[in-house]
Nanobody
Framework: QAQLVESGGGLVQAGGSLRLSCAAS????????MGWFRQSPGKEREFVAA??????TRVTESVKGRFTITSYAENTLNLQMTNLRPEATAVYYC???????????????????WGQGTQVTVSS
């Protein structure tokens, strides 16, 4: 189990950029997979992007080409968001998987550690 803290959320105009960060800490902070999820009011939490073994990445189709997930330091995760659209408005959560999973796809749930979330609001 890792302790995750997100930062970088805020209010931006459509077409703008924002960079989210997630810092992981704790006695056991290493992870097989780290990712970003988002949730808008009245909607289910959805997958956004993930980074796994050998730095392989996965980005959901709706943000492909505009969002980039990176891990530039140990247990440090970023989500670089460009050309933001109003539909990107949501609370963004950092998540980590610190145990082996039997998921069909490497980026699929479950994730066992979650941050508190950071609000991203994109205005028209």
């Amino acid at each position: 189990q890792a302790q995750l803290v997100e930062s970088g959320g805020g209010l931006v105009q459509a077409g703008g950029s924002l960079r989210l960060s997630c810092a992981a800490s704790g006695r056991t902070a290493t992870a097989y997979v780290m990712g970003w999820f988002r949730q808008s009011p009245g909607k289910e939490r959805e997958f956004v992007a993930a980074i796994g073994r050998s730095a392989r990445t996965r980005v959901t189709e709706s943000v492909k080409g505009r969002f980039t997930i990176t891990s530039y330091a140990e247990n440090t995760l970023n989500l670089q968001m460009t050309n933001l659209r109003p539909e990107a408005t949501a609370v963004y959560y950092c998540a980590a998987r610190t145990a082996i999973s039997s998921s069909t796809n490497w980026y699929d749930p479950p994730y066992d550690s979650w941050g508190q979330g950071t609000q991203v609001t994109v205005s028209s």
